[in-house]
């Protein structure tokens, strides 16, 4: 397969250490929303220790674009044998299939494994090379491996470029809170509605009163021992929930080495034991809130844990967003406000593909008019831009 503009050739690896990871992160820096969830370090830890590959059912499907042997760009593609651990959920259309014996899986699946961040989906170096990516990947949807294509937390610039080609383009909301110039968490307060500053104070005193103490620990600091805690919590979060955990301690102890300076823990203790902790990622920009767990339950320990310390972290750094994961109209109690997610689908098999169609389109009018709802409900003092 050759681009008509240049001879680019194009492979599919099955893991990443047949990926240069110089060229990686060269390429990952050459793209407008990075994350370090597209890191080298992130993606080979999941490889690393299991996570993906073996029985898991996300196998590694990287398709590198490359020119003169230089990798020019890639979509970080898996394999899928299910539809665990996407949060953009497509069980009704594997039902579907299924209803009408055609098989849904395996499909093809473009996203950082259990992660719902938005970021590049299509990284290369270069409009050209974004262009062969997207022509490649016409050719590689009619395929017969797949029943469909998948590229779930892509950038909007990404989903409309793909639905030019004819991809199908979903919406979602999350909410993220974006700081405000705040110099202390109070500030944040005040910008809020009495009614939600009042309730967001009642939350920490409780906490507080309850004799819990917290630690934010970045990098060398967290060592050993605060990773084996907060794998418990980690496991002990999914066992309440009746499902195994994705990660293990392995991971969490990789990404704590490879990506130290950009892992954070957030502990709680009562006196010298620690009861809870909290995992987050970030960079310069944005601060993202990935898992949570505790040993023992205390009121509003989540709150504090999860987001309350992690805001005050943000207002510390100068960082400007916090996304603290999926799911959570009770975020905007906190000052976290709707935003639009978006992701590409195409299915192959026609009368599906138009009954998805026809179904995203209703979908779409009702999560607009769920974000004008949401807005209408504001918890600041003013609309904030």
Known sequence: MKSEDVHYRTQIVES???????????????????????????????????????????????????????????????????SYGEYVFDWAWANAYHQHGLEYYPKLLAATPF????????????????????????????????????????????????????FLVRQNVQFHWKNQQYKHFDDFLANLSAKKSKSIRAERRKVSEAGIHFKRKVGADI?????????????????????????????????GDTMRDQVMLICAYRENTAIGAALFLFNEERLYGRYW??????????FETAYYQALEFCIERGILWFEG????????????????????????????????ANFLKHEKNGVSEYIDELHEHTPFREQQS
């Open 16 to 82: 990443l250490t047949e990926i240069d990871a110089e060229e990686w992160q060269t390429l990952l820096d050459q793209q407008d929303h990075p994350n370090p969830f597209l890191s080298y370090a992130f993606l080979a830890a999941l490889e690393n220790n299991g996570c993906v590959g073996g029985k898991t059912g996300w196998h590694s499907r990287y398709f590198c674009l490359k020119l003169n042997g230089k990798l020019e760009g890639v979509v970080p593609f898996y394999e899928k044998h299910h």
């Open 115 to 166: 992660t719902p961040v938005t970021g590049n989906r299509l990284l290369a170096s270069s409009a050209q090379a974004r262009r062969a990516l997207i022509k490649e990947l016409q050719q590689l949807r009619e395929l017969e491996l797949y029943s469909s294509t998948h590229l779930l937390f892509a950038t909007e610039e990404e989903t409309k470029a793909l639905e030019n080609v004819g």
């Open 223 to 255: 060592g050993a021992e605060d990773w084996r805690f907060f794998a418990q919590c980690y496991d002990n979060t999914y066992h309440q929930h009746h499902s195994s955990p994705y990660l293990n301690l392995g991971f969490f102890q990789e990404i």
């Open 293 to 302: 767990g505790c040993t023992e339950y205390v009121p509003c320990l989540h």
């Open 325 to 356: 994961g999926a799911q959570g109209e009770h975020k905007m109690a906190r000052g976290f406000m709707p935003h639009t997610m978006y992701s590409a689908h195409y299915l192959r098999e026609p009368a599906f593909y138009d009954a998805v």
